[in-house]
C-alpha cells in the first residue's frame, strides 16, 4: 500500500529533551515536507526537500531540523524542545516538486 | 495580510444541494492550487488540483480558478452528510505549497 508513515503517533516530553519524529515514503517520491497545524493557523511548512541531501526552510523553521539522507526517510529533528513546538505534525510527499501531497498520520506532540 | 485566505465557516448546506468554499491568495505567481479535505482527527487528503483557468470537474466536485482576480473556489453539487469535513484551499509560492486556514463545512441531513 502506497503510504507516508509516521512514528510516533503520539508523543509527551519535556522542555529541552532532544526528539526526532521519523517520515518514510514507499512512493519513491522526490519531494517531501513537514507542516505542523495549529487551532487558528492552519498548516504551516517548516521545512522542505526535493531530493536526497537537498533541503530548505519553510514558513516557521525555527527549533527544527530535518536530514534527507535517504529518498524515502525525512525525519523531523527537535534538538531542544520548547512548549510553543506542543501541535499536530505531519509530513507529506508529492511526486512533483509542488504537486498534490500524501499526507502521514500525523504525530501529536505535547512539550511539557 | 494571510497568504491564502479561506472564510472559517461553518458553512452550513441541507443535504443534495450545492456547496460553493472559497478562497483567495496573494501571490500572482502562483501557478498551482490544490482543494484538500479533513474530517476530524485525520490527515488531509487531496481531492482536487487546477492549473489553469477555467472550471475543471471531478465527480461531485468543481474547481474554479480565476488568476486575475486571484480566487479559486470549489463546488460540490449533491452534498452529503459525509462531505462534512474542513476544506483547506493550497497554493504554490515558488517550491513551497501555502494552506489557507480553512472552511468547515456541515452538510445537515
Known amino acids: 500500500e502506497a503510504q507516508v508513515t509516521q512514528n510516533p503517533r503520539y508523543l509527551i516530553t519535556v522542555t529541552g529533551k532532544k526528539l526526532t519524529v521519523t517520515c518514510s515514503q514507499n512512493m519513491n517520491h522526490e519531494y517531501m515536507s513537514w507542516y505542523r497545524q495549529d487551532p487558528g493557523l492552519g498548516l504551516r511548512q517548516i521545512y522542505y526537500s526535493m531530493n536526497v541531501e537537498v533541503t530548505d526552510k519553510g514558513d516557521v523553521p525555527e527549533g527544527y531540523k530535518v536530514s534527507r539522507k535517504e529518498k524515502r526517510n525525512f525525519p523531523l529533528i527537535l534538538e531542544s524542545p520548547s512548549p510553543n513546538q506542543t501541535s499536530l505534525y505531519f509530513c507529506?510527499?508529492?511526486?512533483?516538486?509542488?504537486?498534490?501531497?500524501?499526507f502521514g498520520s500525523g504525530t501529536r506532540l505535547t512539550v511539557v | 495580510q494571510k497568504e491564502v485566505e479561506q472564510n472559517s465557516g461553518p458553512l452550513s448546506v441541507p443535504e443534495g444541494a450545492i456547496a460553493s468554499l472559497n478562497c483567495t491568495y496573494s501571490d500572482r505567481g502562483s501557478q498551482s492550487f490544490f482543494w484538500y479535505r479533513q474530517y476530524s482527527g485525520k490527515s488531509p487528503e487531496l481531492i482536487m488540483f487546477?492549473?489553469?483557468?477555467g472550471d475543471k470537474e471531478d465527480g461531485r466536485f468543481t474547481a474554479q480558478l480565476n488568476k486575475a482576480s486571484q480566487y479559486v473556489s470549489l463546488l460540490i453539487r449533491d452534498s452529503q452528510p459525509s462531505d462534512s469535513a474542513t476544506y483547506l484551499c493550497?497554493?504554490?509560492?515558488?517550491?513551497?505549497?501555502?494552506f489557507g486556514a480553512g472552511t468547515i463545512l456541515r452538510v445537515k441531513s
Open positions: 493550497a497554493v504554490n509560492q515558488g517550491n513551497k505549497l501555502v
Open positions: 507529506a510527499s508529492s511526486l512533483e516538486r509542488v504537486g498534490g501531497y500524501t
Open positions: 487546477i492549473y489553469s483557468n
